[in-house]
């Protein structure tokens, strides 16, 4: 209902409510002026002695007056109260079409929320679920409002005062529209909701399908071969200095007077790398041992006998390292990357290195093939373990160091095949030229 048509209603009731005063006031006027011009006839029955006594008024003209004036103010405190009421009602017609406005605005712009993902307005969430919530909330504050604007009707039946069947139904009408949006927008909501479970289980079953194809061809690559692009390409890991985790070589050392023993080594490991191999024969577990402990320099042990190497390693980068030594008068050399680093002689002289002993990486051995100490193990990684009966020349070691030439041990050649490894040691495809010019 519009503003025009409750402001006509209320001059309309302000008009009759006028008219009913005057015409009071005016009666109560008129006989006020002819008072004492009125004659009065009353029949006398035969034989009465006198004339009978007129009965006394009633009331009083003041207290007609008194009651007519108190019926005003009742009708003027009727009419103030429900002039509030409208106003009252006018505010919330605003408000409730306000709601509804913004309730149509999300009505009509779900169809572009889809599309574009944003929302046309501020008040608007970007969230359907949120939108279908809000609706909902704004559905039960009118259907509350009519409720309580139903009690006033109730109330002002009581004093007999009509109310405005008109907005009643408007309100009516705009919560049954209301409905019927919020309806159409949850079945939108879940159709679209279905929808996407349909997309979502496609890319699933999608996704899956493209991992079982991969496990597949790693499993075939694993049977197919053993991982490596040759025997020689693989590298061990030691993650934890421990007294369990070791790799062995399956093949022992002949009766030698002479050697050259390299490998690819990397380690950060601090204090000192550990023992990056060991060789030992019965009655004698330190017959070769390669070994960095505690806050020592490295040092190789020969039938029990040392000399300390002028190596650097734990830095965390890849090394070539090499050692010779031969019999005749201890003589000894150490490499680092195919630069001599340092010699010397008297190690072990004229002793002949000892056949049939167990060859170990990673670990010290205090007997042989085992009883190794935890804090003497190697930290790191091994790769290009080999052993030579001879001593090389030092182009040979520099070609190696360089990745321009590659030579296998002649006695102990790196193989995967003939590397074991124990207690969480493990292989790993390895590329040590790459992995070095790279981390240069």
């Known amino acids: 209902m519009s503003e025009l048509s409750i402001f006509s209603i209320m001059n309309s009731f302000h008009f ?8 009071a006031f005016g009666r109560f006027a008129h006989g006020q002026a002819e008072k004492g011009e009125r004659f009065l006839c009353t029949a006398v029955p035969i034989g009465a002695d006198s004339c009978p ?5 009633l009331q009083s003209s003041s207290a007609q007056e008194e009651e007519l004036r108190n019926t005003v ?8 109260q429900q002039k509030e009421t409208i106003v009252n009602q006018l505010g919330t017609i605003k408000e409730l079409t306000s709601k509804l406005t913004i309730c149509e605005s999300a009505s009509d712009s779900s169809g572009s929320w889809r599309k574009t993902k944003q929302d046309t307005m501020d008040d608007v969430p970007r969230d359907p679920n949120d939108t279908v919530y809000n609706m909902g909330k704004t ?6 409002r009519l409720e309580n604007l139903e009690q006033q009707q109730m109330r002002a039946n009581v004093s007999g005062v009509s109310f405005p069947n008109e907005l009643r139904d ?9 409905e019927s949006q919020l309806l159409k927008k949850v079945n939108e909501l879940e159709e679209e909701k279905s929808q996407l479970y349909n997309e979502t289980a496609a890319h699933r079953q999608s996704t899956e399908n493209t991992l079982s194809a991969l496990m597949n061809r790693i499993k075939e690559l694993e049977k197919g071969n ?17 007294n369990y985790l070791y790799g062995r070589v399956k093949k022992s050392l002949p009766e030698m007077y002479a050697f050259t023993v390299c490998m690819w080594l990397k380690s950060s490991s601090s ?24 806050n020592n320099p490295i040092e190789l042990l020969i039938n029990d006998k040392v000399a300390r190497l002028p190596l650097s390693l734990n830095d965390g980068r890849w090394h070539h390292i090499c050692v010779t030594w031969t019999t005749r008068d201890g003589l000894w050399e150490a490499y680092q990357d195919g630069q001599r680093m340092g010699s010397g002689e008297d ?20 007997i042989v093939g085992g009883r190794f100490d935890a804090t003497q193990a190697f930290v790191g990684e091994l790769s290009h373990f080999n052993i030579w009966d001879r001593i090389l020349r030092p182009q040979d070691v520099l070609g190696m160091a360089n990745c321009t030439n590659y030579m296998p041990g002649n006695v102990v050649a790196w193989a995967d095949n003939d590397v074991e490894v124990f207690g969480g040691a493990t292989k790993s495809p390895a590329e040590q030229c790459e992995d070095r010019l790279f981390s240069s």
């Open 53 to 57: 006594v007129p009965p006394e008024p």
């Open 73 to 80: 103010m009742q009708l003027r405190e009727t009419i103030l």
């Open 226 to 242: 053993s991982g490596f692009r040759s025997p020689e390409n693989f590298k061990l890991s030691f993650p934890l200095r421990t």
């Open 139 to 144: 559905m039960q504050s009118l259907k509350d």
């Open 271 to 294: 204090p000192g790398i550990g023992t990056p191999f060991s060789y030992g024969v019965p009655g004698q577990a330190n017959e070769i041992v390669l070994i960095e402990w505690g």
């Open 347 to 366: 190690l072990a002289p004229w002793h002949p290195i000892k056949p049939d002993g167990v060859i170990v990486l990673g670990q010290e051995q205090d």
């Open 170 to 178: 408007l309100l009516q009408r705009r919560l049954g529209d209301l």
């Open 16 to 23: 009759g409510l006028f008219c009913v005063y005057a015409l």
